[in-house]
């Protein structure tokens, strides 16, 4: 078959091990905040209650996010996983238990935050595991294959989450999300990673906490691209996911274009990153840079609502400019950092890609009443794209690789 010709990616029986691992991760994770806001609402709590709940997880994600990378870089990163997983499904387990509705909604945070620091690990050494296992040319192909996973969740979690709930019930869908996660470390305990790389004696846990901080200042695309996106998740993309409900249900009188409009932006991210796997182009930095201006059509299409149609084709257009990003990111910052540092760069990562999504969702419904709906969708597409074309001025960006010629010396001039 040739799928599995020798030297195909899915002839790499330990990147087959950590794919089979993070699908059934993903079914179950998927299932998990369904449960969660089923159990919540359930036993009396209102809506402000579920949105601090999961904040909780968020939160810790991010908070613990720089002190998961200094471990994935000092251990196995498999064992790492395996570590957060079964944690994570032990928190999971106990919830099956403490969410009877006679019990305070702050355990239910509690347990939330817990499932959050798991997240923080779990990313991190998912992450920089990539190398270990796969050669550096299939990296582009192996990151993409592992986000289609994460995307499909998105497209049939909520049909999984709700499935679950009807058969199985709210809590016992936790335990359907328990069992998910243990069982993923079946398959990551199978794996043979190549722990040995450039690793380096350990130091101070604070000195190596600095060290990841240190190598995404000095290398400066990474660092820059890294602070472009987490603002513009907090402007354009917060404002998208709180507003879309809004605005589609408003104007359309039904539920069905908010959930076609989400389905549809994943599906385009998965094409778009199949596509930018199979074709080579001189500038990854400046392809992916473009493509992603192109997000704004999503908001921009929620400001001037003409019909579901028009909503769901501005959605699957915007999908299409999430592909770059994740066919090449991925693979670039696993190829120029060095493998004993990319826990805590990838830890970076996931903290700034998640740590101002909750800011910006949190000050929509203030900018909506300051600004209008309208105002405030126009103005943080615009935004968008400044932020895209200051970026390009920054070493490094064109190809996400530093260029050969360029020295520390410059750096404090650029």
């Not at 299939?138 to 058969?167: C, E, H, Q, W, Y």
Request: net charge neutral; charged share 15%; glycine share 8%.
């Amino acid at each position: 078959m040739k799928l599995f010709e020798p030297g195909s990616l899915w002839s790499i029986k330990g990147y087959r091990l950590f794919w089979f691992s993070t699908t059934i991760f993903v079914l179950g994770a998927s299932a998990f905040p369904i449960a969660l806001a089923v159990t919540v609402l359930d036993a009396g709590g209102s809506a402000t209650s579920l949105g601090l709940i999961l904040g909780a997880r968020i939160l810790a994600s991010v908070v613990f996010a720089p002190i998961a990378g200094v471990w994935v870089d000092r251990l196995p990163r498999k064992q790492v996983m395996i570590t957060a997983d079964l944690f994570r499904a032990a928190v999971v387990f106990s919830m099956v238990f403490v969410s009877a509705p006679t019990l305070p909604s702050y355990i239910l945070g509690i347990a939330v935050l817990l499932v959050g620091i798991g997240d923080a690990f779990g990313a991190s050494a998912a992450g920089a595991i990539m190398p270990s296992l796969v050669p550096e040319d299939k990296l582009p192909a192996a990151n993409v294959a592992r986000n289609i996973v994460v995307r499909t969740a998105t497209i049939l979690g909520p049909g999984i989450g709700g499935l679950s709930i009807l058969l199985l019930g709210g809590r016992l869908t936790f335990l359907f999300t328990a069992l998910a996660f243990a069982l993923g470390t079946y398959f990551l305990s199978k794996i043979q990673e190549d722990i040995n790389g450039d690793k380096k004696p350990q130091e101070n846990f604070f000195v190596e906490l600095r060290e990841g901080l240190r190598t995404v200042r000095d290398i400066p695309w990474i660092g820059a691209m890294i602070l472009m996106v987490s603002f513009q998740l907090m402007a354009v993309i917060a404002a998208e996911e709180v507003l879309l409900p809004i605005i589609t249900r408003r104007e359309f009188n039904s539920n069905t274009p908010f959930a076609i409009a989400t389905s549809a932006f994943s599906i385009g991210a998965i094409v778009s990153a199949i596509l930018c796997v199979k074709i080579k182009v001189k500038h990854e930095g400046y392809v992916s840079i473009f493509m992603w201006a192109f997000v704004i059509i999503a908001p921009l299409s929620l400001a001037f609502p003409i019909s579901e149609t028009f909503v769901v084709v501005a959605f699957l257009l915007s999908g299409f400019s999430v592909g770059p990003w994740e066919a090449w990111w991925s693979s670039a910052v696993q190829r120029e950092v060095p493998t004993h540092l990319q826990g805590r760069v990838f830890s970076i990562d996931h903290m700034g890609s998640t740590g101002l999504m909750p800011v910006g969702m949190a000050i929509v419904g203030p900018a909506v009443a300051l600004f209008g709906e309208k105002e405030l969708l126009i103005g943080a597409s615009i935004f968008h794209l400044i932020a895209c074309v200051a970026i390009l001025r920054v070493p490094g960006v064109k190809d996400m690789r530093m260029p050969a010629n360029y020295s520390q010396g410059e750096q404090g001039q650029a």
